[in-house]
C-alpha cells in the first residue's frame, strides 16, 4: 500500500495534475515504507519524491531527499547513482537563481553531470549515461557550447539501435536537431 501510494503521488506530480498532493502523497507512502522497516527501493522513491520537488520549485527540499538517496544507495549500492547525481544537477540549476552565483551553480551542476556520465560509462550503462549527456548537453546549450554539447551527445546517440519510440531517445533526437 505504502508502494502504490507514493507511485500515485509520482503519477499525480508527473502528468501536472495536484502536483501538491502527488507530493503529500509521495512523501506519506515513504514515510508508511520506511517505518514498516523495508529498506529496498527508498532510493528509487526518495528520487522519485526529489525529482518531483524540483517540478514543484521545491530544490531545497528535492536536494535532501537526493542526499537521503545518494547515502542510502552508498550503504546498500541499489539504484543508479548515475541517475541519483544527474538529478542533483538539475536541482541546482533549478534553484540558480541567486543572483551572482549563476556560474558557480553551473559550475557545480556540470560536475554533477560529468560524474554520472563516468560511473554509468564504467558500468556500461548506456541509459543512464544518455540521459546524463542530456542533461550536461541542455546546459552546455545554454552556455554557448553548442558545437561540444552536439559532439558528445551524437556520440552516444549512435550508440543505440533500437528503443527509438523510447522517450529518452526521442528527447535526445530533439536536442541533436536543436544543437545543429
Known amino acids: 500500500m505504502a508502494q502504490g501510494t507514493s507511485l500515485r503521488g509520482w503519477a499525480l506530480v508527473k502528468q501536472g495534475q495536484r502536483r501538491e498532493e502527488g507530493i503529500a502523497q509521495l512523501r506519506q507512502g515513504l514515510a508508511v515504507y520506511q517505518a514498516t522497516g523495508a529498506e529496498l527501493g527508498r532510493p528509487y522513491y526518495l528520487a522519485e519524491l526529489a525529482e518531483a ?3 514543484v520549485g521545491q530544490g531545497e527540499e528535492g536536494l535532501r531527499a ?19 547525481c544527474r538529478l542533483k544537477g538539475e536541482l541546482m540549476l533549478k534553484r540558480s537563481g541567486v543572483r551572482g552565483r549563476e556560474s558557480e551553480v553551473q559550475g557545480e551542476a556540470e560536475e554533477c553531470f560529468l560524474k554520472a556520465i563516468e560511473i554509468a560509462r564504467r558500468q556500461s550503462a548506456k541509459s543512464w549515461e544518455l540521459r546524463a549527456v542530456m542533461s550536461l548537453a541542455r546546459l552546455w546549450q545554454q552556455q554557448g557550447k553548442k558545437k561540444e554539447a552536439h559532439e558528445m ?3 552516444i546517440y549512435g550508440w543505440f539501435t533500437e528503443g527509438f519510440d523510447t522517450k529518452d531517445l526521442q528527447d535526445a533526437k530533439r536536442l541533436i536537431e536543436e544543437l545543429s
Not at 537526493?66 to 541519483?84: D, N, P, W
Open 53 to 55: 520537488c524540483g517540478l
Open 66 to 84: 537526493l542526499a537521503e538517496a545518494l547515502a542510502a544507495v552508498h550503504k546498500s549500492g541499489e539504484f543508479s547513482e548515475t541517475e541519483l
Open 153 to 155: 551527445l551524437a556520440e
